[in-house]
């Protein structure tokens, strides 16, 4: 064991570097905020770790210690308390077998920088399995990723980013991994998909561009007869495991509620976050987001947060928000569209000051939700939004300018390898969650697709230089077609 890792070391010794001193990063940031965190007269001491996910995290924190202390999966204490269908079990769990063990939370943040570690070496392998002479290009992903100012925040507070992103990486390290035993890779793709779901409620709807490449695979032209029974079984494996992961959790929230559903998170975000976010945009910001917000809870009976977040009041919740849509779909829909292009350009340093700042102010806050994106203001033709949005962020400029950069290059790297099966997969599953979070999406929600983003920008980065400057014998645009 011990020499295989020392083969390995020694074989791959700049991504160990890098990783290395990825790790060194993180941990000297973590030792530094508790640090700060203790001396520092206005800083929410008992907080850290907790403070950077705002409510997320507390309760995190709540269900842990009440399955330590009673095994139950509930924010109530005691043996029976009402069972709680908002969170799914994975982080808490994770967090509370951390905290059993070590008995603090300090640890936590450890465990974050741990698993930051293993999905830097899962996308490097990932990178070379599809493409084995990408090495310089992966090693560039990986410094990229381990360093993106998002994954710093990942790694610090208690939030699911470090455990999702894991885990939907493993997945899909098994649907793109090149192997003749496809029952088996795909059946553990199956296990962490389901495992994914249940860390992040929404990553279950990643079955959609997961399911797309599935059809697109079978339903391909040259493949026929005995070929695509070949790809049809092990795609029903993958459906077969992941339902086997996930269905329990189904199971428990239909006998404790009588609803048979993984959340109710998005009825909850959708009427909290989504909607007043779209009616104040619509309404040219003539009603606050606070208000409009207030207006729908009284719709729903001025349900409380807790009641909001249990799943028997989903209906309820979903019946007002189909009405006050309904008549505005094709508007509602161009806005969560160009929304999305938040996703991609939206700085992360920004995110991560507005914490860091927060954490030792005395409360942390968190700007979720800019009235209008930048992409919108030009839309509508506002320019004096765009210019103010322009002066605001002048000092994050840099890193949406590279960011968009990154975007371009990728958009070029897809077309040159738009024939690979693996490259379809990739830009299908970092678009639809891009769509997926719009519009309150954050920085932080890119992180699971973080590395394919850098990816895509760097390989297309390569064939762009190898355009101009025509070094390499073999084109690099070639070598991206799969047979």
Not at 24 to 41: D, G, N, R, W, Y
Not at 318 to 347: D, G
């Amino acid at each position: 064991m011990f020499r295989l890792i020392r083969n390995y070391i020694q074989e791959h010794k700049v991504l160990c570097a890098i990783i290395s001193l990825a790790i060194i990063a993180h941990l000297s940031l973590f030792i530094t905020l508790k640090t700060l965190a203790t001396i520092h007269p206005k800083a929410i001491h008992s907080s850290f770790p907790m403070a950077g996910g705002g409510f997320d995290s507390y309760q995190y924190v709540t269900l842990a210690d009440n399955i330590i202390e009673y095994g139950n999966f509930s924010l109530e204490p005691g043996v029976s308390g009402n069972a709680e269908t908002f969170r799914t079990p994975a982080y808490p769990f994770f967090v509370a077998i951390i905290k059993y063990f070590t008995k603090t939370l300090d640890a936590v943040p450890v465990g974050h920088i741990v698993l930051m570690a293993l999905s830097a070496f899962l996308t490097y392998t990932i990178i070379l399995s599809i493409f084995p002479n990408y090495k310089k290009i992966a090693l560039v992903t990986v410094a990229l990723f381990a360093f993106d100012p998002a994954v710093f925040y990942s790694t610090q507070f208690i939030a699911t980013e470090a455990l999702y992103t894991f885990t939907f990486l493993l997945c899909m390290f098994f649907l793109l991994r090149k192997s003749h035993q496809t029952t088996t890779t795909y059946t553990l793709a199956g296990i962490f998909f389901g495992l994914s779901a249940l860390v992040r409620p929404s990553g279950l709807y990643m079955i959609i561009p997961i399911g797309v490449w599935f059809l697109w695979r079978i339903f391909k032209s040259e493949f026929k007869g005995a070929r695509r029974k070949e790809i049809l079984h092990p795609v029903l494996i993958f459906c077969l495991a992941a339902f086997l992961v996930i269905s329990p959790w189904f199971m428990r929230n239909g006998v404790r509620t009588g609803v048979y559903a993984l959340s109710s998170l998005d009825a909850y975000n959708t009427i909290n976050f989504n909607l007043p976010v779209y009616l104040s945009y619509k309404g040219e910001y003539k009603q606050s987001i606070v208000d409009i917000r207030t207006d729908l809870h009284k719709k729903i009976g001025n349900l409380s947060d807790e009641e909001q977040m249990d799943l028997r009041n989903s209906a309820l919740i979903k019946e007002v928000v189909w009405e006050t849509l309904s008549p505005n779909l094709f508007s509602y829909a161009f806005f969560h569209t160009t929304k999305s292009a938040n996703f991609f350009f939206s700085p992360a340093l920004k995110l991560d000051i507005s914490f860091f700042q927060g954490f030792f102010e005395g409360g942390v806050g968190e700007s979720w939700h800019p009235q209008t994106s930048f992409i919108n203001s030009i839309i509508d033709g506002r320019i004096k939004d765009v210019f103010r949005s322009l002066y605001q962020n002048i000092f994050y400029l840099p890193e949406s300018i590279f960011l968009l950069i990154m975007f371009l290059l990728g958009l070029y790297w897809y077309w040159s390898a738009r024939k690979s099966d693996s490259v379809k997969l990739i830009f299908l599953v970092v678009f639809f969650l891009a769509l997926l979070t719009s519009p309150i999406t954050n920085p932080r929600y890119r992180i699971p697709v973080t590395p394919f983003i850098y990816l895509a920008g760097v390989a297309g980065s390569a064939l762009v230089f190898e355009k101009i400057y025509r070094k390499y014998p073999a084109n690099l645009a070639e070598s991206l077609g799969e047979k």
